[in-house]
């Protein structure tokens, strides 16, 4: 029979391998985390953006801005193209690359021809620029509404993700772009099926743009931004489950509705964070941008 002393230091040591375990895993969880593309800060360029005259000019002046993602459109249904201008897109991936920013692509689905969406997102995977350099991700634009029925649109929905997680190795970085669930998805997508969706992506990236719905205001929009952030955090079963908040189209936010913007990203911690879209971001918002570590 083991002596008392001795069962105590075999227990005391069963105890601090547990919790020396555990660290060990937070540790290797937040670096993941740190190393995942929808991490930080981010902007966003559109097929519409007139960053694509010059892509090393526009990675430049993102990278001294302290952006550290690139999110890249490579075209939406209404354009036949596999990817958008595929040489400037290869310019924009080897330009952040070297500028040390990740890139992930994103691509607007109609879901009124599945295997049209599908043919586009997985040229934007396999997708290389001249020098062999690949996106560090991708991201489905989870907003048309060209298929009247929600139930149809919700089964193409889930079909077309199912499709996209089989064309990319299974830690392949995949987000979904959606409404925000708070005042947008009841006129864009009433209830997303977040909690299915969890299966196929690795990241929500909520658009929750504040002054669509008429919010203004510091206090108001942070209420807004924290709320949807909540709101998926229920609706996915997963209060730890990624989410990159796009707060705001910044063409339409004055310094409050920022201000209000950078308190819910320090309220709510997100993953990652953005505003929408590049073109439109002053200096003043990139320094208020900044300012949040």
Known sequence: MMRRGSARLLVLAVVLLAMLASAVSSRGAASAHRRSPFAGLGTWVDIYSTEWADPEAAVAAMARHGVRTLYLETGNYSHS???FRPEEAGRFIDAAHAAGLRVVAWYLPSFLNVPRDAAKVHAAVRFRSATGERF????LDIEATKVRSLKLRDRRLLFLSTRIRHMVPRRYPLGAITPSPVGMSPYFWPEIPYHSLTHYYKAFLPMAYST???IHGRARTTAFLASTVSSIRTASGDPAFPIHLIGGLSG????KETAGFVQAV???????????AFGQTTPATWRALARHP
């Open 81 to 83: 193209a596999p990817v």
């Open 136 to 139: 560090d991700g991708f991201a």
């Open 212 to 214: 669509m719905r008429g």
């Open 266 to 276: 320090a309220q709510t911690k997100p993953l990652g964070y953005s505003l929408y």
């Open 252 to 255: 339409s936010m004055s310094a």
